[in-house]
């Protein structure tokens, strides 16, 4: 993201997998102006697709993914998704990378199906007053630009009716953000 601060100083932000938010000075050769760790990082970790600011503060969500030994010998798979680790949304100070908020992710509900993860790999998208962050576990949630506040949230995790009478289903929410076009979110 490239930003012009009120002071009128040009920054370019960039969210890493390692879990690094930066901030570089590109009228200084790309100098490091300040990083903060928003996440463990690691392959599967960090900030995966992308982030938003308001000017003030730059909303990074991460993934954090963290896989378990699988138990149910039914199940081909070596190693399932954890639900109870992963994600989490960060506010920093675009000034000086402090952390104004963080809000921890959710973990999946009792009896989510296998693989569930409160991950939150996607791009975060952000309207005056409101950062939209995404999940694995399928929700979509609002928050607060504030103070991390969740405002409300949807499951897509259900099946929808469509406009051609054919069955759809959501799921796991992963890569672009939404989109938020005359009041209306797109997921």
């Known amino acids: 993201i ?31 102006v300040w990083q903060a760790r928003v996440g463990q990082g690691g392959i599967n970790g960090g900030v995966q697709w992308g982030m938003a600011t308001d000017g003030q503060r ?6 954090d993914v963290k896989r378990i030994r699988q138990t149910n010998p039914a199940d081909p798979r070596r190693s399932i998704l954890d639900p109870n680790v992963g994600g989490g949304l960060t506010a920093l100070r675009v000034a000086d990378g402090k952390e104004e908020w963080h809000v921890a ?20 998208t952000e309207i005056p007053g ?23 949230e949807f499951n897509t995790m259900r099946e929808f009716d ?4 054919v069955k759809g289903r959501g799921g796991s929410i992963d890569g672009p953000g939404v989109v938020v076009v005359n009041g209306t979110v797109f997921v």
Do not use: M
Request: include cysteine; charged fraction near 15%.
């Open 105 to 124: 992710a959710t973990p999946c509900p009792e009896g989510a199906p296998s693989g569930c993860s409160p991950s939150q790999p996607g791009a975060v």
């Open 2 to 32: 490239l930003i012009h601060t009120p002071e009128g100083r040009e920054l370019l932000l960039a969210g890493q997998k390692s879990g690094i938010v930066w901030a570089f000075d590109p009228a200084k050769k790309g100098e490091i």
């Open 58 to 63: 730059v909303f990074a969500a991460v993934s």
């Open 162 to 165: 469509t406009v051609n009478g």
């Open 130 to 152: 409101v950062v939209f962050a995404t999940s694995t576990d399928g929700h979509l949630r609002a928050h607060s630009t504030e103070d991390g506040k969740l405002l409300w």
